[in-house]
T-cell receptor, first 114, second 115 residues
Framework: EPEVTQTPSHQVTQMGQEVILRCVPI?????FYWYRQILGQKVEFLVS????????KSEIFDDQFSVERPDGSNFTLKIRSTKLEDSAMYFC????????????FGPGTRLLVL | DQQVKQNSPSLSVQEGRISILNCDYT??????FLWYKKYPAEGPTFLIS?????DKNEDGRFTVFLNKSAKHLSLHIVPSQPGDSAVYFC??????????????FGQGTILTVHP
């Protein structure tokens, strides 16, 4: 069964450093998403991406964040200068085309900023 | 942002009995609802969904009920099994406009099924 994969599973970084989180969505999906979950809190939407551009972003997704689909398979989230409050689980999700609403999530990357 | 709320942080049920997880929403634009199950250190796994044109959807042991007038949905698991123990998230989507596809999640309910 196709699944969304994410690397790395864990990332520890120093405050102010750049991190890139990687995702491989399900191969025939066209819509891609990043969410995050701070420990003990809700899963929060960050950004959606379709047709090589951002279709929607939340207020969390400020200028420090960017997304890219550099090739036909990978979907990345970059945090330019990490802050302590960026520590969270980051989930990538994808969905198919047309009326399909269900999003399928990857296992997540646990990011710890020290 | 409290557009989707799961007011019960936890639920404990005996194996074989029914588990009922509840979810309320406030945004009238939501027209598609999903339930996800999550184990620790894993991503949310899709369980079942319902469109606002329906009031019930069933898939095996899982049934979701939607009451649009009350802006309330519930997930019923019958019979409950110990392997169902996990965190259950309710999520909602508003199709159309700029919110197409974005999911808004509730806080989650920790379900524990005792043998």
């Amino acid at each position: 069964e196709p699944e969304v994969t994410q690397t790395p599973s864990h990332q520890v970084t120093q405050m102010g450093q750049e991190v890139i989180l990687r995702c491989v969505p399900i191969s025939n999906h066209l819509y891609f998403y990043w969410y995050r979950q701070i420990l003990g809190q809700k899963v929060e939407f960050l950004v959606s991406f379709y047709n090589n551009e951002i279709s929607e972003k939340s207020e969390i997704f400020d200028d420090q964040f960017s997304v890219e689909r550099p090739d036909g398979s990978n979907f990345t989230l970059k945090i330019r200068s990490t802050k302590l409050e960026d520590s969270a689980m980051y989930f990538c999700a994808s969905r198919g085309s047309g009326g399909e609403v269900t999003q399928y999530f990857g296992p997540g990357t646990r990011l710890l900023v020290l | 942002d409290q557009q989707v709320k799961q007011n019960s942080p936890s639920l404990s049920v005996q194996e074989g009995r029914i588990s009922i997880l509840n979810c309320d929403y406030t945004n009238s634009m939501f027209d598609y609802f999903l339930w996800y199950k999550k184990y620790p250190a894993e991503g949310p796994t899709f369980l079942i969904s319902i469109s606002s044109i329906k009031d019930k959807n069933e898939d095996g042991r899982f049934t979701v009920f939607l009451n649009k007038s009350a802006k309330h949905l519930s997930l019923h698991i019958v019979p409950s099994q110990p392997g169902d123990s996990a965190v259950y998230f309710c999520a909602a989507s508003a199709r159309g406009g700029t919110s197409y596809g974005k999911l808004t999640f509730g806080q989650g309910t920790i379900l524990t099924v005792h043998p």
